[in-house]
């Protein structure tokens, strides 16, 4: 009896040791909420400097003027390579389209510890057009 409980106790502790490795790198990929204020979207009228088609989420690196006419260098996040293929954006096409120089209205999600990144939202080129999907 004592062998068949110390092998029950064993097995639960496995199965318990794996889900909490399967869950732990899930969550602290998913900080999203966590990191960036949901509740205020900003937007601006920036240029483009950078755009990278990576795993796990694309980034967007743009420079906006502030009102005394000092650059800022800022980040967004986009959502994946795989979501914006499916969304008609490859990566031919996203690159095209956002090469350095570009002009771009971004609205994104600011980060909540208020340094220059944020999770995009909405990508517009100079004709107002949708280019990219972000993140919601």
């Given amino acids: ?10 097995a639960i502790l496995s199965v318990a040791v794996g889900l909490l490795m ?12 966590i990191s960036y204020d949901h509740n205020r979207p900003i937007t601006f009228k920036a240029t483009v400097t950078e755009f990278r088609y990576t795993n796990p989420h694309c980034q967007i690196y743009f420079d906006v003027k502030d009102d005394k006419g000092n650059v800022e260098h800022w980040s967004g996040e986009l959502t994946s390579p795989y979501n914006l293929t499916r969304a008609g954006w490859p990566m031919s096409r ?38 990219l999907i972000g993140r919601e």
């Fill in 1 to 10: 009896m004592h062998h068949e409980t110390k092998n029950k106790m064993l």
């Fill in 94 to 131: 996203s690159l095209k389209e956002l090469p350095p120089g570009t002009p771009i209205t971004i609205t994104l999600f600011p980060s909540k510890a208020g340094t220059p990144v944020g999770v995009a939202s909405k990508v517009l080129n100079a004709k107002g057009e949708e280019i």
């Fill in 22 to 33: 399967v869950s732990i790198p899930a969550f602290a990929h998913h900080g999203t909420n």
